[in-house]
C-alpha cells in the first residue's frame, strides 16, 4: 500500500534538510511512499498571503505523515506583521490534533567532546521529552498590545493534561520507568492543576517512579545531573524551552529530531531546530536532526520500526566514521555539507 508523505520545507535552512529527509525516505521505502510538497510559514505568507493555506492544510489531513523543515525568518519578522510564519505551524498542530510532542535527545558518544560539558556529566544520559503541543501559553487568550499593555493567558483543562500523561507514561514504561513532571506550581494555578492531574493518573501506571520539579529548578538540574532522569514530561512552554537546553547535552541543536502525534497514526515530523537564517542557502545545514525525524516517522506512523532502527543505526555510524557537519565539528576535524552528510548516512543504510 503506498502511503502518502506531505513535505513542508517552510523557510530558511527548511528546504536544505527537507531534501535529506526525503532521500533517506525514498531510500528506505522505494516505491511505496508517494510525496507532495506544499507552503508552510514564510514563503506561503509571500505566494498566498497566509502562513498556513488551505491547500496545504487539506494535504496534510489527508496525509499518513507530514514532514516540515522550518519555518521563519527575519523577513517576516517585524512586530507589527499582520501574519506570522510561526502562527502558520501552530495552526497546523492544532487543526491536525497534535497534543504530544515527543522530542528523543539523542547522545552520541562521539560527539560528547564537544559538548560544552564536562564529558563525564554526559555519561548515561538518555533523555526523553514528552511535551504538550496545543494548550497552554501558547493557545490561551491573548491581547496583542493596546497602548502600554499586551497578554497572554496559561491555562489547561483536567482533559488536555490527562492525554498528554498518558502519552508519557507510556513511554516511559517502554524506556527505564521514570518520569519527571515539570511544572511551576508554586505560583501559576494552571500548574497546580497541571500536578493534581498528573498525580491522578500516575494511579494508573504503579510501574512508573514520578517525581515532580519546578521548571526553574528543573533548569539546573539539567545541566548538573542529566543522566539522572528518563522521560521529561511538560507543558508547551515549559518544553520548548527545555527542549531547547537539552540539545546542549547533544552538542548542537541541530540533531534533535520531534514527532507530533495525536490520537491516530498521522503525525508531524520536524526537526527542532529553526530555520536558522544565518546559514540559509549556503548547503552546510545539519540534516540529522531532519534524518532523525524521519526514523520518528517510519516508527510512529508508518509502522517500520526495523527502518527506524536502520536510520537511527546509519546516522550513528556516520558519527562514528568521522563526519561532522560545521555546527559539530571541532578545530581540526573536516568539515562535511549537507548533502555529503546526508550522502554519508545513505552510504551506511
Ligand atoms: C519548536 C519551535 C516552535 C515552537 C516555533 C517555531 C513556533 O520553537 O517547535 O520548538 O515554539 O513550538
Ligand atoms: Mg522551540
Not at 517552510?10 to 525516505?25: F, H, K, N, Q, S
Not at 487539506?58 to 496525509?63: D, F, H
Not at 511538560?234 to 541543536?253: K, P, R, T
Request: with cysteine; net charge negative.
Amino acid at each position: 500500500m503506498t502511503q502518502r508523505i506531505v513535505l513542508l520545507p517552510g523557510d530558511g535552512i527548511g528546504p536544505e534538510v527537507t531534501v535529506a529527509a526525503r532521500t533517506v525516505l525514498e531510500s528506505v521505502c522505494g516505491d511505496q511512499i508517494e510525496f507532495s510538497s506544499h507552503p508552510l510559514g514564510g514563503c506561503a505568507i509571500d505566494e498566498f498571503g497566509t502562513p498556513l493555506p488551505d491547500a496545504t492544510l487539506e494535504a496534510c489531513l489527508a496525509a499518513d505523515a507530514c514532514f516540515l523543515g522550518a519555518v521563519g525568518g527575519p523577513k517576516w519578522s517585524d512586530p507589527a506583521a499582520a501574519q506570522r510564519p510561526e502562527q502558520g505551524l501552530l495552526n497546523l498542530r492544532s487543526a491536525l490534533g497534535l497534543f504530544a510532542n515527543l522530542r528523543p535527545v539523542p547522545v552520541f558518544d562521539v560527539l560528547s567532546q564537544h559538548a560544552p560539558l564536562r564529558p563525564e556529566l554526559l555519561e548515561g544520559v538518555d533523555l526523553f521529552f514528552v511535551r504538550e503541543l496545543t494548550g497552554g501559553i501558547y493557545f490561551g487568550d491573548r491581547q496583542e498590545r493596546t497602548g502600554d499593555a499586551a497578554y497572554d493567558t496559561m491555562s489547561y483543562t483536567v482533559a488536555e493534561v490527562e492525554r498528554v500523561a498518558h502519552v508519557a507514561f507510556k513511554v516511559a514504561q517502554k524506556r527505564r520507568g521514570k518520569l519527571t513532571s515539570v511544572d511551576k506550581a508554586n505560583v501559576l494555578a494552571s500548574m497546580r492543576l497541571w500536578r493534581a492531574v498528573i498525580l491522578e493518573v500516575a494511579k494508573q501506571y504503579p510501574d512508573v517512579e514520578v517525581e515532580h520539579q519546578l521548571v526553574d529548578a528543573m533548569a539546573m538540574h539539567l545541566m548538573r545531573r542529566p543522566s539522572d532522569f528518563d522521560v521529561i514530561l511538560a507543558g508547551n512552554m515549559f518544553g520548548d524551552i527545555l527542549s531547547d537546553e537539552a540539545a546542549v547535552l547533544a552538542g548542537s541543536l541541530g540533531v534533535l529530531p520531534s514527532a507530533s502525534l495525536g490520537e491516530g497514526k498521522l503525525g508531524l515530523y520536524e526537526p527542532i531546530h529553526g530555520s536558522a537564517p544565518d546559514i540559509a542557502g549556503q548547503g552546510i545545514a545539519n540534516p540529522i536532526g531532519a534524518v532523525l525525524s524521519t526514523a520518528l516517522m517510519l516508527r510512529h506512523s508508518l509502522a517500520k520500526d526495523a527502518a527506524a532502527l536502520q536510520v537511527e543505526r546509519a546516522v550513528r555510524k556516520a558519527l562514528a566514521d568521522g563526519f561532522r557537519t560545521a555546527d559539530l565539528a571541532g578545530a581540526n576535524e573536516t568539515v562535511s555539507t549537507t548533502e555529503q552528510m546526508t550522502q554519508a548516512i545513505l552510504d551506511r543504510l
